[in-house]
């Protein structure tokens, strides 16, 4: 038995639970999620003298509800309505329902969380920190140290022009490979989500950046290794390995702090950043899609939100009858 709790489960729902870990991958944790959401709708059905086969989408609703009653926030229903139409569906596809009482279900109507931006002037200070980590480079230190130091501010400094310049994800900056940069065309070769492939532009900041990191001596090849398996991976690590994403987020938390900004800011700020920027620069929404990467624009129109927002802020700071 792959999963298991101290309450017997109904087998249907124990099936469901092993097939979410050896066939869908599932962590324990997750699973262990799902199960409890899903044993609490077991209870709403037994209380009716219902059996999960007995399922409809009226019995369904009723549920939600109960659940709306109850105060439950709607973040939590509409996770755990998730949960039951995956095992719904589930029960569907292996012959034990005749059709899906979860297909039509609308789930809780949820508040657009709009993304956390930096202005611009907020950036620029976090590029400055990393700019001038350089000479914060301790001249007492051994020749070998001050060159790794330098290549690391150098590394550093180019990581967050990029991030920034490019709009990307953090996995995106970390797989960066030399071949990905063409830096006389003025661009990037990004491979996203999916390993779908994209060309995003980069700014003259970014290039020099990049530039100074890859050919600099201290640079880049200051920190390779040749026995490295990253030998073609652009960032690398004080020990010539591919940067993490854990080791990446604290090299930006780092440069965060250094320019005393307050507030939770994560890798993906830039990347909302970028996009906010671009679209109250007046860019069209169709490319900066493209530039995201985003295979729906939907996605992209919550930075638009976040535009009317600035707009709403500047109507009021400048309009003579605002």
Not at 121 to 137: F, G, I, P
Not at 169 to 177: A, D, F, G, H, T
Not at 210 to 223: A, K
């Amino acid at each position: 038995m792959i999963y298991a709790e101290e309450k017997q489960k109904d087998p249907l729902l124990e099936e469901f639970l092993n097939y979410l870990v050896a066939e869908r991958g599932l962590s324990a944790n997750s699973v262990e999620a799902y199960g409890r959401d899903l044993d609490q709708f077991v209870s709403y059905l037994s209380e009716r003298g219902k059996e999960i086969l007995d399922v409809t989408s009226r019995l369904l609703r009723g549920y939600l509800a109960r659940l709306a009653e109850a105060g439950l926030a709607p973040r939590s229903g509409a996770r755990k309505l998730s949960a039951i139409r995956m095992f719904l569906r589930y029960l569907n596809d292996t012959g034990r329902l005749s059709g899906d009482p979860g297909e039509n279900i609308s789930g809780p109507k949820l508040p657009r969380k709009l993304p956390e931006v930096l202005s611009v002037e907020e950036v620029e200070r976090v590029l400055e920190a990393a700019h001038s980590s350089m000479d914060k480079v301790k001249s007492q230190r051994s020749d070998t140290e001050i060159r790794r130091a330098i290549a690391l501010a150098l590394r550093d400094h180019a990581m967050l022009e990029v991030l920034y310049g490019a709009g990307l994800r953090i996995s995106e900056l970390i797989n960066l490979k030399m071949g990905d940069l063409y830096l006389e065309e003025e661009f990037l070769r990004i491979i996203g989500k999916g390993d779908k492939e994209r060309v995003v532009p980069l700014g003259e900041p970014a290039i020099n950046a990049v530039r100074r990191y890859r050919d600099g001596v201290p640079g880049r090849s200051t920190l390779l290794r040749t026995s490295s398996q990253a030998k073609n991976v652009l960032f690398l690590n004080v020990r010539g390995g591919q940067l993490s994403r854990m080791g990446a987020w604290r090299i930006i938390h780092s440069y965060v702090q250094a320019a005393g900004i307050k507030g939770h800011v994560t890798p993906h700020t830039f990347r909302h950043s970028f996009a906010t920027h671009l679209l109250e620069g007046g860019a069209d929404l169709r490319a900066v899609q493209e530039m995201l990467g985003h295979a729906d624009i939907s996605t992209t129109e919550i930075y638009t939100h976040v535009d009317r927002s600035y707009l709403r802020e500047v109507y009021k700071t400048f309009h003579p009858r605002a």
